[in-house]
């Protein structure tokens, strides 16, 4: 019998950026901690999970608990599973509410299971993620950090690359006390959309990679969205009304992900003013995760 111990600690995410659904994303100085120790060739035990902070007391800590999930789903594809498994989390990212909770988790899950069976935790954690996940935004800028673009490869395996930001970018996150979540957000929109809403999006997006990353003076006109936001709001009025009256103050303001969180591409401070149009929100000034996923340590 072996016994291996990895701790993974893994940002927050905001996906989509305003106009870039499902292909953009960037990672924030906010984190979850998870220690797993696996063993192999022992008896089967039942799996152990303790939780502190986010989700404590809400998430399932038996085999439905989104890192057992993920660890069970990458063991499989490595082909060993193991016979023990505790875990220990804590967790800072609230859940269902924009900020890749579940990125985080499925991300934590995919890099400990390549860590503890002695893989670069690196090697194809964006794929086996993103299948677990459904869309590769968010494991992407989890997995990378920074701001990230994300697709699909012709054979449908998920690419990544990453993108400096500008030192004058400071996202703040304005978060509502309500949750959304991801599978709700993602049925109110339709299959179809008018290709002139598709080719304002093509030209935003496309502008919003050059904005971040050289001219953050372009960031309102680049955070303009006709592809998903409008069509969300009637299961978050409020995001919709927070950001509709900062994006009138010139700030660039856009759902966080599938929301209820909006996220401001700020320049320079200007927390202060989301302040005065966000009474109610907890307004928190974060800063550009540039590790991603990080194995802590590792034992063998
Ligand atoms: N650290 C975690 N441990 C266990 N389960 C988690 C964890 N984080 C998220 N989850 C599960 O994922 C759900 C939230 O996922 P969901 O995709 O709806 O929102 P999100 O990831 O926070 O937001 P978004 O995808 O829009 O950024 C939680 O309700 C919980 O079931
Ligand atoms: N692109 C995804 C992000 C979810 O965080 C969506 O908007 O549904």
Redesign the pocket.
């Known amino acids: 019998m072996s016994t291996a111990t990895v701790r993974v600690r893994t940002p927050a995410t905001s996906?989509?950026l305003g106009p870039g659904?499902?292909a953009l994303g960037l990672a924030l100085s906010l984190h979850d901690e998870v220690e797993v120790t696996a063993e192999f060739g022992g008896p089967a035990t039942p799996v152990e999970v303790t939780v502190d902070g986010e989700g404590a007391g809400s998430v399932p800590l038996d085999e439905r608990h989104l890192v057992v999930r993920s660890l069970r789903t990458a063991f499989a594809e490595l082909g060993e599973q193991p016979s023990a498994l505790r875990l220990s989390c804590r967790n800072a990212l609230p859940h269902g509410r924009?900020l890749?909770s579940s990125?985080a988790a499925i991300v934590a899950g995919v890099v400990a299971a390549r860590a503890l069976t002695g893989l670069t935790a690196h090697d194809d954690a964006l794929a086996a993620a993103d299948r677990i996940e459904g869309?590769p935004?968010?494991v992407a800028a989890c997995l990378l950090g920074g701001l990230t673009v994300a697709w699909r490869d012709d054979a449908g395996a998920a690419r990544a690359t990453r993108v400096d930001v500008h030192p004058d970018v400071a996202p703040v996150v304005c978060v509502p006390s309500f949750e959304v979540s991801?599978e709700k957000?993602?049925g109110l929109l339709p299959d179809t959309v008018p290709h002139a809403d598709a080719a304002a999006n093509a030209g935003r997006a496309a502008l919003l990679v050059h904005a971040l990353a050289r001219r953050p003076d372009l960031l309102l006109d680049a955070t303009a969205d006709r592809l998903?936001q409008h069509y969300r709001e009637p299961a978050m009025p409020e995001t919709f009304a927070l950001v509709t009256a900062l994006r009138a103050e010139g700030l660039a303001a856009v759902v966080s992900?599938?929301g209820p969180t909006v996220l401001v591409l700020a320049t320079g401070d200007q927390t202060g003013r989301v302040r005065a149009l966000a009474g109610g929100w907890d307004v928190r000034a974060l800063q550009v995760d540039t590790r991603g996923a990080v194995v802590e340590y590792a034992t063998a």
């Open positions: 996906a989509n659904f499902d924009g890749g990125a869309h935004d968010n991801t957000a993602r998903h992900g599938a």
